[in-house]
């Protein structure tokens, strides 16, 4: 097992298992969590005893997201805005991401335990199979402060169900996932990473250059189908939109961005999704 600073990385039986290990923080997605990911696919990818690799989070969250944490800043102090180019930069490293995903030679599964919320749901969506515990709870929240993910959902689900998702920032919990098409399997919470690995260890018995262009064929028919396109449109939206989501205002005309620099993220979190509890 390689300890690194926010993952861990094991191979056994053909199978590498990373691990997102941010339990204080849900495991939302730092830069530096970032890199591990890409750091340990790229590893799993290289390594010729590899034959399918496992993505999983330790403690409640397989990924709550973005961390927007942020430095910490004096009470009503608002954040630094970020101009339309820099946001475009950052959804072109987005789009860097969900091409790690496809081109890898080997399936990934993802193991989610918990939440996955937001880019942590992206994370999810980007593997090429979800095992759910019946713990888990899938969303994009961000809509309700006027925020968006470039997402590959309306390629996995039917598209009213991507529309409900995308449109509401409802989170729907694993038996709907698996209802819609969402997760492949639901299994009991205490049992995730035994079938998880179980089903990885089934594709690790296929033979590799048979699995690698299966895997590609399916990918290349997404991507002629206008995957790569869809995609690069979408993070081109999601932009534009985090430029503005300055202005988001509750439904009782409450600013959000003013909310979170005079009270914190929490009290930022409860406005955003308070009225959506009832």
């Known amino acids: 097992m390689n300890q690194l600073e926010v993952t861990t ?4 039986h053909r ?3 990373i691990t997102m290990n941010r339990p204080e923080r849900l495991n939302a997605l730092s830069p530096q969590l970032w890199a591990e990911i890409d750091q340990g696919l790229a590893a799993a990818d290289a390594d010729p005893e590899v034959r399918s690799v496992v993505l999983t989070g330790n403690g409640r969250a397989f990924s709550a997201g973005i961390d927007m944490s942020g430095p910490a800043l004096p009470p009503g102090q608002p954040r630094p805005r970020r101009g339309l180019n820099e946001w475009y930069e950052a959804e072109m ?4 991401r969900h091409r790690r995903f496809r081109d890898m030679t080997k399936p990934v599964i ?4 918990g939440f996955s919320l937001a880019w942590g749901f992206e994370l999810a969506v980007m593997c090429d199979f979800i095992i759910a515990s019946d713990q ?3 969303g994009a929240p961000e809509i309700r402060h006027g925020s968006t993910v470039g997402t590959m959902l309306p ?3 039917p598209v009213q169900h991507a529309r409900y998702l995308m449109y509401t920032g409802d989170i729907i919990d694993a038996q709907e996932a698996h209802r819609i098409g969402l997760a492949l399997r639901v299994v009991p919470h205490d049992r995730l990473p035994e079938e998880a690995h179980r089903f990885a260890a089934r594709l ?9 262009f299966n895997k590609r064929s399916i990918d290349g028919s997404m991507d002629m189908a206008g995957l790569r396109n869809s995609l690069e449109y979408a993070h081109l939206a999601a932009a534009i939109c985090h430029t503005l989501q300055y202005e988001a205002e509750t439904p009782d005309g409450r600013n959000l961005e003013q909310i979170r620099s005079e009270h914190g993220l929490h009290a930022f979190i409860d406005a955003r999704d308070g009225p959506f509890r009832t």
Do not use: D, H, S
């Open 204 to 212: 690790a018995m296929i033979p590799p250059l048979a699995l690698k």
């Open 110 to 113: 993802a193991a989610v335990n």
């Open 9 to 12: 990385y094991e191979t056994a």
């Open 155 to 157: 390629w996995i689900v």
């Open 136 to 138: 888990a709870r899938f």
């Open 93 to 96: 490293e987005g789009e860097r």
């Open 15 to 17: 199978v590498a298992t």
